[in-house]
């Protein structure tokens, strides 16, 4: 199976504390791709990262960062100094292995950020 | 760059009702996604065109459900003979053209719910 797997359903913080979320996927592929996608209540997703498995360096976009672990099959996100704004249901994703094209997402975590 | 447009937001009918909605892509992308999505969970592949032709068609998909792209640019999706479970929210994406798994943005969705 080709799962990806989001453990956490829900999370609730206050607000400027930090945030992991975590997210676990499976394959039997040597090259693939990960993303995480961002719903606020709006409903809209909203792009947030893709990243190659050769490069598994972290990212680090301003309070946003991403450590992949190839070894363990995670790609987790965590958001530094929380803030109200940040409360959505993220998801985590990738392609699934006969298809370029059909991305295969996790449950989704939804975070709550309390002022 | 106007984002992904989807029409109408919002659908009520009746049991037994078709509906069709309506997906406008970025302009420059030729990459066009349907999903479906229901609470609580993530996203769940339809189909895929590039340009006007349609490349992949998820095994979900029941005969009640069709798509089109017919001049490579707008989409649509037409559900016949709706039923109870067909009520969710329903995402259209697309991407650039070049390599596989560029990000997919997507629209605001057109929620559907079946009397």
């Known amino acids: 199976a080709q799962k990806v797997t989001q453990a956490q359903t829900e999370i609730s913080v206050v607000e400027k504390e930090d945030v992991t979320l975590d997210c676990v996927y499976e394959t039997r592929d040597t090259t693939y791709y990960l993303f995480w996608y961002k719903q606020p209540p709006s409903g809209e997703l909203v792009f947030l990262i893709r990243r190659n498995s050769f490069d598994e360096q972290n990212e680090i976009s301003g309070r946003y960062s991403w450590n992949f672990q190839k070894s363990t099959s995670s790609f987790n996100f965590t958001i530094t100094a929380s803030q109200v704004v940040d409360s959505a249901v993220y998801f985590c994703a990738r392609p699934i292995m006969d298809s370029n094209y059909q991305l295969i997402w996790g449950a989704g975590t939804k975070l709550i950020i309390k002022p | 760059d106007t984002g992904v447009s989807q029409n109408p937001r919002h659908k009520i009918t009746k049991r037994g009702q078709n509906v069709t909605f309506r997906c406008d892509p970025i302009?420059?992308?030729?990459?066009l996604y349907w999903y479906r999505q229901t609470l609580g969970q993530g996203p769940e592949f339809l189909t895929y065109?590039?340009?006007?032709?349609?490349?992949?068609k998820s095994r979900l998909l029941s005969d009640r459900f069709s798509a089109e792209r017919p001049k490579g640019s707008f989409s649509t999706l037409e559900i016949q003979r709706t039923e109870q479970g067909d009520s969710a929210m329903y995402l259209c994406?697309?991407?650039?053209?070049?390599?596989?798994?560029?990000?997919?943005?997507f629209g605001d969705g057109t929620r559907l719910s079946i009397l």
């Open positions: 065109f590039q340009n006007e032709a349609q490349l992949e």
């Open positions: 302009s420059e992308h030729n990459r």
């Open positions: 994406a697309s991407s650039q053209t070049g390599s596989s798994n560029q990000p997919q943005h």
